[in-house]
């Protein structure tokens, strides 16, 4: 390191000087970019990692307000591209693919309003087969139905 950036470095804040100390920034450190073990050493502090041994899963090191208040420090000096990945989205990167006015444009409804023509269209297409189903429920039916439609026969 340069002695400017030995004198940029000293002028960080305390929490992101100290940070910097523990797990140093990305040009001279790579993290991964998802949960790894707590033995690699290219582990992320903000993300869970495993233990192989047990195989139990430790949490983040940095909890989600502890790295959000990294990640804002770390902006107002311009140097938030040092930090490891983050799990979360912050600023402009969050809100560049919002959907903002789903709630809007399509409104979730009622479950019964949601299966409503579904519910109807099975009802037309059970009254238009009513015929062949209780005849498939009641074999004299179907004699029922012959008569009926010799009624329906000779009185026109």
Do not use: C
């Not at 940070?19 to 707590?38: C, D, L, N, Q, V």
């Not at 600023?91 to 399509?106: A, D, F, I, Q, S």
Request: hydrophobic fraction near 35%; avoid cysteine.
């Amino acid at each position: 390191m340069s002695l400017a950036s030995k004198e940029a470095f000293s002028k960080l804040p305390q929490k992101l000087h100290n940070f910097f100390i523990k797990f140093p920034p990305r040009p001279f450190a790579e993290y991964s970019e998802k949960p790894s073990t707590i033995v690699d050493p290219k582990f992320n502090p903000f993300l869970p990692n495993k233990n192989p041994e047990t195989g139990k899963w430790h949490g983040a090191k940095y909890s989600l307000r502890r790295s959000s208040d990294l990640f804002k420090m770390a902006r107002k000096f311009g140097i938030q591209d040092l930090l490891p990945p983050m799990p979360k989205k912050f600023y402009e990167e969050k809100y560049n693919n919002k959907n903002w006015m789903r709630g809007v444009l399509t409104q979730k409804k009622q479950k019964w309003e949601r299966e409503l023509p579904e519910k109807l269209e099975a009802r037309e297409d059970a009254i238009a087969k009513m015929d062949d189903i209780i005849a498939a429920a009641r074999p004299r039916y179907k004699r029922q139905l012959e008569k009926k439609k010799k009624r329906e026969q000779t009185w026109f």
